[in-house]
């Protein structure tokens, strides 16, 4: 009985010596299948366009096959949700901006997701600023003209913002305030149908993305009025802020980060990380998304919760000055 006793108590200590052995073989082994990134946006938008230059950077980093998969919707909740729903394998990942982590929780009492907990940072990727952007139609060819129009013709002037409760339409609630001026709110499905009916004329003014309006700039189709961050765009650097054109302390921008499905192991994390801190590190992937209009902005993110934190109590505080509600 004894010889039996002490035959099985080494067999478990074989068998959960081979099963702690084969963990980390098996994440070394990672990925041994496509990975999936969710941009919960249309195409054809900044999300999508920073979306597909990050997979194909990061397939050369990972050796696998990485998909973009658009999940629009909801102001970016259903590919939050799809992701946080998702198995913590690390072959789900999302892209987002700060649309889906803060600007969400600021206006929604009740999501189908909790950004701080839902999510496992893999790191930082840019920041993106948005501009104040004119249909040629319109007169005014600055900050300061346009409010001093909109003042003297409170009825006349809508502004588009591609979704309801998104970054754009925080920038134009913010600017509204900030410059006295009454302006109609024109949501859209995303930025690109946004664009669209600005170059097309159906909207004078739009507030939207330097990578959506930089390339209507060049043709002349658009006409930019100022930026939203408290510094100018390395793409456009001759187009003032609204801060120095008369609105000292107004900033909104965007900021993109990777994240995965909390749960991720460490080993599958460290990977993911390493991956991205090589593609952000690409000399020539930093220059695409600057030509762009990205402000390339790689860095690991260590307090997560307390980031979300901090911008969300920010946001909500605008949110309630402004009236800006979910749809």
């Given at each position: 009985m004894q010889l039996r006793t002490s035959a099985l108590l080494q067999a478990a200590a074989w068998a959960c010596a081979s099963f702690a052995a084969v963990l980390p073989a098996q994440a070394a082994g990672y990925p041994e299948k496509p990975v999936q990134i969710v941009v919960p946006y249309p195409p054809g938008g900044a999300g999508d366009v920073m979306g597909r230059l990050l997979a194909r950077q990061l397939e050369a980093k990972l050796g696998q096959p990485v998909i973009v998969d658009n999940k629009p919707g909801a102001g970016t909740a259903i590919g939050a949700q799809f992701v946080a729903n998702a198995k913590p394998d690390g072959y789900t990942l999302l892209l987002s901006s700060n649309s889906t982590y803060t600007l969400n929780p600021a206006i929604q009492p009740k999501l189908s997701y909790e950004p701080a907990k839902a999510f496992e940072p893999v790191g930082m990727v840019a920041n993106m600023a948005l501009m104040l952007v004119a249909h040629p139609s319109v007169q005014e060819n600055s900050v300061q003209q346009l409010v001093a129009a909109a003042k003297a013709a409170p009825d006349k002037y809508v502004y588009g913002s591609f979704g309801n409760g998104t970054v754009s339409h925080f920038s134009g609630e913010m600017f509204k305030a900030a410059a006295?001026?009454?302006?109609?709110?024109?949501?859209?499905?995303?930025?690109?149908?946004?664009?669209?009916?600005?170059?097309?004329?159906?909207?004078?003014?739009?507030f939207d993305s330097v990578v959506a309006a930089a390339p209507h700039i060049r043709t002349g189709k658009i006409k930019p009025l100022a930026v939203t961050t408290p510094t100018r765009s390395t793409l456009l650097p001759d187009v003032p802020t609204i801060a120095e054109s008369g609105y000292p302390g107004y900033e909104m921008s965007s900021?993109?980060?990777?994240?995965?499905?909390?749960?991720?192991?460490?080993?599958?994390?460290?990977?993911?990380?390493?991956?991205?801190?090589?593609?952000?590190?690409d000399a020539e992937m930093r220059d695409k998304l600057k030509?762009?209009?990205?402000?390339?902005?790689?860095?690991?993110?260590?307090?997560?919760?307390?980031?979300?934190?901090?911008?969300?109590?920010?946001?909500?505080?605008?949110?309630?000055?402004?009236?800006i509600k979910p749809d």
């Open positions: 006295g001026v009454k302006m109609t709110h024109v949501p859209y499905r995303g930025s690109a149908p946004a664009m669209t009916d600005l170059v097309g004329g159906q909207i004078p003014l739009a900021w993109i980060a990777l994240v995965a499905p909390s749960g991720l192991p460490p080993e599958v994390k460290q990977k993911l990380e390493q991956a991205l801190a090589a593609a952000m590190g030509g762009l209009g990205f402000e390339p902005a790689y860095a690991p993110i260590k307090d997560w919760s307390g980031r979300l934190g901090g911008d969300i109590a920010r946001l909500r505080k605008i949110a309630e000055q402004s009236n």
